[in-house]
């Protein structure tokens, strides 16, 4: 049980601070690239030897974005832009930014612009997926990513390294689905926040020592007994549930999440990537 609260501690110290695992990374002499939600093809950034960490805003007063973004933009864009702008991305290689939608095509021109000492790196996914001509442009814009990233690492990417990334994912999403799994069980201690604690931190940590961790918290979880939860249940949809103070509403009202459907948590693992 120590072990338990040792590792759920550690990773809700990770979520809290993400600027201590990057400088932690960075004095490893390690390379970061910056991930923009959602769906950014960070395992390009992972078999080119470098740390891919997601970046999904957070709680800050808007000054510098401002000139950038309107005040009805995406909030998590909007902190993202102000991070950028107010020094707190600096030590970053670059950043990835999928043109999803209309605020992620002006964060391209405005990141360029607005923070030129952390290169911008775009991608635009297909909309037409049946299409043939879909699978030549997503290869395209892939290698185009690869290109820039190469141009940070000084080589180019290999197959086998990708490989060997797209096997430390699989295992990982495998994991992260299995602890959701065992989660249910122990609504007593897996609370809403320490949910999302689990799930986030994985945004700011190296995909196989999340993956250590997790399984870790997973055997702890398994020596437990099953704990029958009295309360509600209820399965969170949408990109985030944040900021933390809802989670803590949820279990103040005796409500537990028993799974979801958020972009920045479970639906990143539902689909493993394909070795060919």
Not at 57 to 86: D, H, R, V, W
Not at 176 to 200: G, Q
């Amino acid at each position: 049980m120590i072990d338990l609260k040792t590792n759920l501690a550690l990773l809700e110290a990770v979520c809290k601070n993400p600027r201590a695992q990057m400088e932690r990374y960075l004095a490893q002499g390690k390379k970061i690239v910056g991930c923009f939600a959602p769906y950014t093809p960070e395992e390009l950034v992972h078999a080119a030897g470098m740390i891919p960490m997601g970046l999904w805003g957070g709680q800050t007063e808007l000054k510098f974005a401002k000139s950038y973004l309107p005040a009805f933009a995406c909030p998590i864009m909007q902190a993202n832009m102000e991070f950028g702008l107010n020094g707190t991305y600096e030590g970053m290689s670059a950043v990835i930014i999928p043109a999803i939608c209309d605020t992620l095509r002006c964060m391209t021109q405005n990141w360029r612009f607005g923070v030129s000492s952390i290169q911008m790196v775009p991608i635009v996914y297909p909309q037409n997926r049946k299409s043939l001509a879909s699978l030549d442009y997503l290869i395209s814009e892939f290698e185009q990513v690869q290109v820039v990233l190469a141009t940070s690492t000084g080589q180019m990417l290999k197959e086998k390294s990708l490989s060997e990334t797209i096997e430390i994912y699989n295992e990982h999403n495998a994991v992260m689905r299995a602890f959701s799994d065992e989660a249910v069980k122990h609504l007593d201690v897996i609370t809403p926040i320490i949910r999302h604690y689990v799930m986030k931190s994985a945004w700011f940590l190296e995909k196989k020592e999340h993956s250590e961790i997790v399984k870790e918290i997973i055997c702890g979880l398994q020596e437990l007994p099953v704990y029958e939860f009295t309360g509600k249940k209820v399965i969170l949809s949408g990109i985030t549930c944040e900021p933390d103070e809802l989670l803590h509403i949820l279990h103040e009202n005796n409500i537990a999440v028993a799974a979801d459907d958020l972009a920045q948590e479970s639906r990143q693992y539902r689909t493993d990537t394909p070795m060919n």
